[in-house]
């Protein structure tokens, strides 16, 4: 038995669907496309996130507290795929309302997916900072 490989365009669109509904601030819709065990690196949480539960559990956090995103563009996309998955990886800039203010941030992201069914789950999430975007003009 062989191991389907994904087209570049069906990875691009499991890639918008999750983009798009996190852009919305729709959780259902944006937890949708991880699979349960999913595994989330955010370098904004001091640990990793060992699957999509406590992920939804920090998203429930952020949004009772008045969080929620204004906007969020992907560019510089890059698809690689494999028999039984892919990796998408981009460069994302985002608005959000913090509840106390806006603030916003532009990050490298990758997503791993995997096959499943006749469809594609994320099953990893990585979130860097962009290099040089916050960085501090004075030199040490």
Do not use: K
Request: hydrophobic share 40%; aromatic share 10%.
């Amino acid at each position: 038995m062989t191991t389907r490989e994904p087209t570049v365009d069906e990875v691009l669109a499991a890639a918008d669907a999750i983009v798009d509904a996190f852009a919305a601030t729709d959780g259902p819709r944006y937890f949708a496309g991880f699979a349960p065990d999913a595994s989330f690196m955010f370098h904004t949480e001091a640990a990793r996130l060992d699957d999509r539960a406590a992920y939804e559990a920090l998203w429930a956090e952020w949004t009772g507290g008045g969080w929620r995103v204004l906007s969020c563009e992907s560019s510089n996309r890059l698809v690689q795929t494999y028999p039984g998955g892919a990796v998408f990886s981009h460069d994302v800039a985002t608005r959000v309302d913090t509840g106390d203010g806006e603030d916003a941030y532009t990050e490298r992201e990758t997503i791993v997916f995997r096959v499943d069914g006749d469809g594609l789950l994320a099953v990893h999430e990585h979130l860097s900072p962009m290099p040089g975007a916050d960085a501090d003009a004075s030199t040490d």
